[in-house]
């Protein structure tokens, strides 16, 4: 599509009468300030951070606080990476903290059965079957998606629920204790150089390899096409519903990951622990400029926007302000953040 100079326009599309370009309106300075959404999260990110640490320096801009934030940060950005390639396709995994957990029950009791729990043939195993596990239930996502044609909010909604009910069948609702010290001693509490945390090292490594398979190679384009226009990619030859099978399961298989690394982290299966996780992980991704409706995604983004609940939460505990309040702040920072993406999608529509 030829694209039309913007110095022939003002900001409603019309002329002016010697051809000059109009002073652009209120709004449209407002969306253009706001067009890299993702520089803007993280300028908020540092006034956020800056803000804690002059009311508590002695307690949050710490060595060991900062280390604490960034491990609470890692489960969640690995969930956050699929959902990031759920959410460039136009599609929404509400899910993904249901599939954690019984990605981590069924992982537990296979590391049982194996050496009586402890060893590296039990950790092999444990990992094998969470992968398994999470993919399986990202590929019955993607399957009720692409050939029953269900929506991706009422498929995931069923999941979130059916899921989480069957990893509390096989438990009867208690928390499984059963994760090698392997498992514990390297991946939950081990540090690389004795510094940085393996778990944040892992995350960070994941979130580098997506991030380049979403903007470098065709399954990030085909993610991003079927975002913005899913009839338009079948016009050009994309197998959509293959791609969205794809898709689904690995988000899955990154919950499998996430479900490994929470039971490193608590050695225990913490069934009760992930009720938001599916909240947090989606307002990260959106907050980090990933659109909602589809089209446009930003691992980078994701990062980021994965450390604005973290930080949030940990620096309400240090204010000894109720926790309650920072689901009400992400609450409020994602519809924000999805108006912002309306804005900006509706000055692009004007040009």
């Known amino acids: 599509m030829t694209q039309i100079p913007e110095t022939d326009l003002d900001t409603n599309g019309a002329t002016d009468a010697e051809g000059a370009q109009a002073p652009p309106s209120a709004l449209k300075w407002l969306t253009d300030r706001l067009a890299d959404s ?33 491990i609470a940060a890692s489960i969640l950005l690995v969930l956050s990476i699929g959902q990031t390639f759920v959410i460039g396709t136009a599609g929404i995994d509400i899910s993904v903290g249901s599939m954690l957990v019984f990605s981590g029950v069924v992982a537990s009791l296979a590391m049982a059965e194996v050496g009586g729990g402890q ?67 390297t991946l939950g509490i081990g540090r690389a150089f004795g510094v940085v945390p393996w778990l944040v090292i892992l995350a960070l490594v994941l979130t580098a390899i997506f991030g380049v398979v979403l903007r470098y190679t065709r399954f990030g384009r ?8 899913e009839e338009a990619a079948r016009r050009v030859g994309i197998d959509v519903d293959l791609h969205l099978l794809k898709v689904y399961t690995l988000s899955g298989l990154l919950a499998g990951v996430a479900g490994i690394m929470n039971l490193a982290r608590f050695t225990n299966t913490t069934i009760q622990g992930h009720d938001t996780d599916n909240l947090q992980s989606i307002a990260a991704v959106v907050i980090g400029g990933t659109s909602l409706f589809g089209g446009i995604a930003t691992m980078f983004g994701t990062l980021v926007g994965v450390f604005i609940p973290t930080t949030l939460q940990n620096g309400f505990v240090i204010l000894r302000i109720q926790p309650f309040w920072q689901e009400v702040a992400v609450g409020a920072v994602l519809i924000l953040a999805v108006y912002v993406d309306q804005l900006k999608r509706r000055a692009r529509n004007r040009l």
Request: aromatic share 8%.
């Open 38 to 70: 993702t520089a803007f999260i993280f300028v908020a990110l540092l006034a956020m951070i800056l803000v804690f640490t002059v009311l508590r320096p002695d307690a949050f801009a710490t060595v060991n606080n900062l280390r604490n934030i960034a």
């Open 119 to 185: 060893g590296w043939a039990s950790v092999g195993v444990g990992v094998a079957v969470s992968l398994l596990a999470g993919g399986f239930w990202g590929m019955v996502n993607g399957l009720l998606v692409t050939k029953v044609k269900l929506p991706p909010l009422i498929v995931t909604l069923g999941t979130f629920g059916g899921v989480l009910g069957l990893a509390k069948v096989l438990t009867g609702g208690i928390n499984l204790r059963t994760v090698p010290n392997e498992l514990v001693n």
């Open 222 to 229: 085909y993610t991003l096409a079927i975002g913005s226009n």
